[in-house]
């Protein structure tokens, strides 16, 4: 076994059946490499020479660097959870926001997330002792969106962590929620994420997920999301940080009439690599998912990007469409991309795509000839690129804060201004 993985299982405990089977799958198959079909253009091999070990201490880091992030706020600090920096106080009637410590509580809450070379999710499923549950009851409507911060700090030593979460919204609910995942300080860890949403009849849902971690973070995170009849579920993911991000999305359009609409950005600069794998799957008839990812790669970076509709059979009148566009702004940089779409019904409207280019220099042209100069044109086009996907919330309060986030990045690290014929 490489050193990662001995590092991830070396303090394991008494676990009970379910968890010693994980961990015994996880010892057998080892880290998926380049023949994986789900891990080829994002390579583990840096990640098996490096050691971690489990946090054994709270971390109290200044609380003032949260105080950007509004109540009702819940925290975990290099995966502990941190009261005195949460505020879940003043939650709204028929929501519950709490952190979960009891094994059993996480085990029932929780599905296993698996499947071919889905080690980090079964190294969850065997090492996860907390995480948090949010809980929307029948009817309730939730206005202000709920904070979930997962904050990484300095430490001695490169930690890891394991959090599992379920959110579950009951039949009429209606709910925002905002998950940040972001460094306080410069560090090295691993955090391993499992997210589990169900979201009953009729119920709606807007869910932002920004990642902006320390250059150095390992972030890989499964989500998984099931949609009953009649369901809205609108969420944006903003790739913005750490070293090396993956996050698998799957989303099952189980019931009739459900609606996802699903956008996101992957930021990549530097030695940065992000990727981000859809799994979008029709189930039941009339339903309809509208995907609208962007990338972007400058320096030595890579951004990676699948994403794959399945129409199973007798899902007829579903509506899927996908569209992926990548701006490549160094000669350097690499963007791989991967759109699949497989039909197994009848009378379905299908459509999707993925372009990887440079900036338009007919736009840029129209621009200065209209009297911009060359580098507030390529920030107008490149902030307009990134733009776009964000409207799939339709909430104008929470697409200004994730666009005026993406503003900042794009003027902190230049990319505004790289000449795209480098």
């Not at 030593?157 to 998950?179: F, K, N, P």
């Not at 119920?203 to 997920?209: E, F, L, V």
């Not at 996802?260 to 859809?278: C, P």
């Not at 794959?308 to 690499?334: C, F, H, M, P, Q």
């Amino acid at each position: 076994m490489n050193a990662l993985l001995s590092s991830l299982t070396a303090e394991n405990g008494h676990l009970d059946p379910r968890r010693r089977a994980a961990l015994d799958a996880v010892s057998r198959a080892g880290t998926p490499g380049a023949r994986s079909e789900r891990w080829k253009y994002t390579s583990l091999r840096a990640l098996e020479r490096r050691s971690f070990a489990e946090a054994t201490e709270v971390p109290t880091p200044d609380a003032t660097a949260l105080a950007h992030i509004p109540a009702p706020r819940l925290v975990f600090v290099n995966g502990f959870y941190s009261a005195a920096l949460s505020d879940i106080s003043d939650l709204p009637d028929g929501v519950i926001l709490r952190p979960v410590t009891d094994d059993d509580a996480i085990e029932r809450s929780t599905a296993d997330i698996g499947g071919a070379d889905a080690v980090f999710a079964q190294l969850n499923t065997a090492m996860a002792r907390s995480g948090i549950w949010l809980h929307v009851a029948a009817e309730a409507i939730c206005v202000v969106p709920l904070q979930l911060v997962f904050a990484g700090t300095t430490a001695a030593s490169d930690h890891v962590w394991h959090l599992r979460h379920r959110i579950t919204l009951s039949e009429g609910a209606s709910a925002t929620v905002v998950e940040h995942h972001l460094g306080i300080g410069l560090h090295r860890h691993l955090a391993n994420h499992a997210f589990d949403l169900a979201l009953g009849a009729n119920a709606t849902m807007r869910h932002a997920r920004i990642q902006h971690d320390s250059d150095g973070a390992t972030l890989i995170q499964d989500t998984n999301v099931t949609l009953a009849q009649r369901t809205s579920y609108r969420r944006v993911d903003l790739e913005l940080g750490g070293g090396l991000s993956r996050h698998d999305l799957k989303v099952s359009l189980a019931g009739e009439h459900a609606t996802l609409y699903s956008g996101g950005v992957l930021l990549a600069n530097s030695r940065r690599h992000l990727d981000t794998r859809l799994d979008i799957r029709h189930v039941a008839r009339n339903t309809i998912c509208d995907l609208r990812w962007r990338a972007l790669a400058s320096d030595r970076s890579r951004a990676v990007f699948h994403g794959g509709i399945v129409i199973d059979s007798g899902a007829d009148g579903s509506d899927a469409r996908l569209s992926n566009k990548n701006l490549l702004l160094s000669t350097d940089a690499e963007i791989d991309a991967q759109p699949v779409l497989e039909i197994h019904a009848d009378e379905v409207k299908a459509a999707h795509g993925a372009t990887v280019g440079r900036l338009d220099e007919t736009a840029l042209f129209y621009l200065r000839s209209r009297g911009l100069p060359l580098a507030d044109a390529r920030q107008l086009l490149i902030a307009a690129f990134c733009r776009e996907p964000m409207n799939v919330l339709v909430d104008p309060v929470l697409t200004n804060l994730l666009a005026c986030l993406i503003d900042q990045c794009l003027a902190t690290r230049g990319l505004d201004k790289l000449e795209t014929g480098a």
